[in-house]
């Protein structure tokens, strides 16, 4: 049996539904999509790559229809009664994840770590998309965990648990960022393990993001 505020058809409900689903849709589209690709490692290269050569359509249309779930969910955590969850800047941020994700497929990053086949493992000449490709990432990598935190400390008189699990999830996060980032640029003893450590992020940050979606709707369910 669904759970009740799954089933409630009230508009914040759906909404946060949207961002319930959306991390877990996200993760295994571009897993499904890596592993059909030729010469692409999901241990070395970035999701982001496969944005790039044939197929690349697919994960464009991920990160754009999982940014406009983001931004949908960040509705729904505006809407209505203040959650114990959510800091004033919550929802805002949420939609700043929505918006770098979408910016993430509008303008397609450059080839890294040899993805595509045959490019070298860095542009010698950055790409105007790919310049502008890379600020994307920031409301996503550093936004969640921000999101995270202020959601713990937010939480921490009333739910102890959830402000636990939130910090560490934000901690883990920001232990990944730099350790792919220099993996991506090149770092010789990082950057066979890049994809590992940016994948690590994206699953850590967005399981926490469907988590909190579905904490909100059911503390808004049950009020």
């Known amino acids: 049996m669904l759970p009740r505020w ?4 009230r508009p914040t409900q759906r909404l946060l539904r949207c961002g319930a689903l959306a991390g877990p849709l996200f993760v295994i589209t571009f897993t499904v999509a890596g ?3 030729d010469g692409y490692d999901a241990r070395r290269h970035p999701v982001s790559a496969l944005a790039l050569g044939p197929g690349g359509a697919v994960q464009r249309a991920n990160f754009i229809a999982t940014g406009a779930l983001y931004l949908a969910a960040a509705v729904g955590m505006g809407r209505g009664r203040r959650s114990r969850f959510l800091a004033a800047p919550c929802p805002a941020l949420v939609a700043g994840t929505g918006v770098g994700l979408i910016g993430s497929g509008l303008f397609a990053t450059d080839p890294t770590s040899g993805y595509p086949p045959g490019t070298p493992p860095q542009p010698a000449h950055p790409s105007r998309t790919g310049t502008i490709h890379n600020p994307f990432a920031i409301p996503v990598f550093l936004g969640i965990p921000v999101t995270a935190l202020l959601s713990a400390y937010a939480s921490t008189a009333e739910d102890r648990r959830w402000a636990v ?4 999830s934000a901690t883990l ?3 990944c960022a730099p350790l792919f980032g220099a993996a ?3 770092n010789p003893a990082l950057v066979a393990t890049g994809g590992r450590f940016q994948r690590a992020a994206i699953v850590t940050g967005f399981t926490w993001l469907s988590a909190l979606s579905i904490a909100v709707g ?3 369910c049950s009020g």
């Open 35 to 37: 592993r059909k690709r």
């Open 6 to 9: 799954w089933i409630d058809r």
């Open 184 to 186: 991506f640029a090149q």
């Open 218 to 220: 059911k503390e808004a």
């Open 165 to 168: 699990y939130s910090a560490t």
């Open 173 to 175: 996060m920001f232990a």
